[in-house]
């Protein structure tokens, strides 16, 4: 069994503060073997606020993978974002833009759908999902996790624009073995298969500590993998600020 613990827009320069150590303790409490981060660390890429996040990360004593969102290259700064848009990510947080993470259970792939030229709206390209073919290639039985900031799909009522290349990636992500997609973006947790491909599952979480909520509040997931399932379990912060369990679902996975 594989506990992936599932974060995303952290969106530090808009947090709660009084949530940071309460997010800290629930890591430590659900003992996870890995932490995914799909996005949006920061609000303004500022060094400041990358320097917030990296102190996070490093004080939650396990494996952490993470992906950029459309908030961590410099918005105001046009030349630093179109010239070196990540320069700032890769030197607080990492400089792989592709992550792998290979587990006895579980092989978890990040790519980077930010697409700096256009702000919002993500972009997923044919170079990525072959490079998730390749970090799936020697998975076998263990079960396939994507990281990606954008969704490839919307929820009902959605009204954002998806990212380029989602119905591309919705037709190939299944054929090279993928089973479960984890996003962000839109602050709404969300477990349930894609609509248009039933296959593969669909996991959203909510924003882990900014006050930029919409339908919910401070939300992360808790994913339980094995071969054959996931147990996806959505833990949300009251108003007492601990992250309380909401509600657990099994899915099964397809075969490999």
Not at 220 to 236: G, I, K, M, Q
Request: hydrophobic share 45%; with cysteine.
């Amino acid at each position: 069994m594989t506990r992936l613990l599932h974060l995303s827009d952290l969106h530090f320069g808009t947090v709660t503060p009084s949530l940071i150590a309460r997010l800290r303790e629930s890591v430590a409490r659900l003992r996870p073997d890995l932490v995914a981060i799909s996005g949006d660390l920061t609000q303004r890429a500022t060094p400041a606020q990358f320097a917030e996040a990296a102190a996070l990360i490093a004080e939650f004593g396990c494996p952490v993978l993470t992906v950029p969102g459309n908030h961590d290259t410099p918005l105001w700064n046009l030349w630093e974002r179109l010239a070196h848009p990540w320069r700032r990510y890769r030197r607080a947080i990492t400089t792989d833009l592709a992550p792998v993470w290979r587990g006895p259970g579980a092989v978890v792939a990040g790519i980077n759908t930010a697409n700096p030229l256009a702000w919002k709206q993500g972009r997923i390209t044919g170079a990525q999902l072959d490079h998730l073919a390749r970090s799936f290639a020697d998975a076998g039985p263990r079960a396939r996790v994507v990281v990606m900031h954008h969704p490839l799909e919307h929820l009902p009522g959605e009204k954002e624009w998806l990212m380029q290349g989602a119905d591309q990636a919705l037709r190939r992500l299944p054929e090279l073995g993928a089973q479960i997609v984890l996003s962000g973006h839109v602050h709404v947790s969300h477990a349930g298969p894609f609509t248009k491909a039933p296959g593969l599952l669909f996991v959203q979480a909510g924003t882990g500590l900014s006050t930029r909520t919409r339908t919910e509040r401070n939300a992360f997931n808790l994913l339980v993998l094995s071969s054959a399932e996931a147990e996806v379990t959505t833990f949300v912060a009251q108003e007492t600020g601990h992250y309380s369990e909401t509600g657990s679902r099994r899915f099964a996975l397809a075969p490999p």
